[in-house]
């Protein structure tokens, strides 16, 4: 299993960006996957998270109407819209698969795959 995460880059407060995370080996449509983010020099943190049916998605309260999961099932590639950016966003973001261990979705170590991360700077 593959999880290739793209799209970060440089934005001004108050911007959007769309992160992408491409599976392989997995299909996004039959699994939990969930974005998660490590600001510099703090633990990472769950950000959104989308069940596998697609009908459900959760968000950290900080992003709430703010950033939006959501998934192309035919590209087996799930998105992080992220809008009304703030410099507090600045981070790395991750994407990962859930490993249906029973875990909270919420916890880093319930994913048993990883994307390798995209930096996503905000700046003021």
């Known amino acids: 299993v593959q999880l290739q995460a793209s799209g970060g880059g440089l934005a001004q407060a108050g911007g959007s960006l769309r992160l992408s995370c491409a599976a392989s080996g997995r299909t996004v449509s039959t699994n939990l996957m969930g974005w998660f983010r490590q600001a510099p020099g703090k633990e990472r943190e769950f950000v959104a998270a989308?069940?596998?049916?697609?009908?459900?998605?959760y968000y950290t309260d900080s992003v709430k109407g703010r950033f939006t999961i959501s998934r192309d099932s035919a590209k087996n590639t799930v998105y992080l819209q992220m809008s009304s950016l703030k410099p507090e966003d600045t981070a790395v973001y991750y994407c990962?698969?859930?490993?249906?261990?029973?875990?909270?979705?919420?916890?880093?170590?319930?994913?048993?795959?990883w994307g390798q991360g995209t930096l996503v700077t905000v700046s003021s």
């Open positions: 989308l069940s596998h049916s697609g009908s459900n998605t």
């Open positions: 990962a698969a859930y490993a249906y261990a029973g875990g909270s979705m919420y916890a880093q170590n319930s994913y048993d795959y």
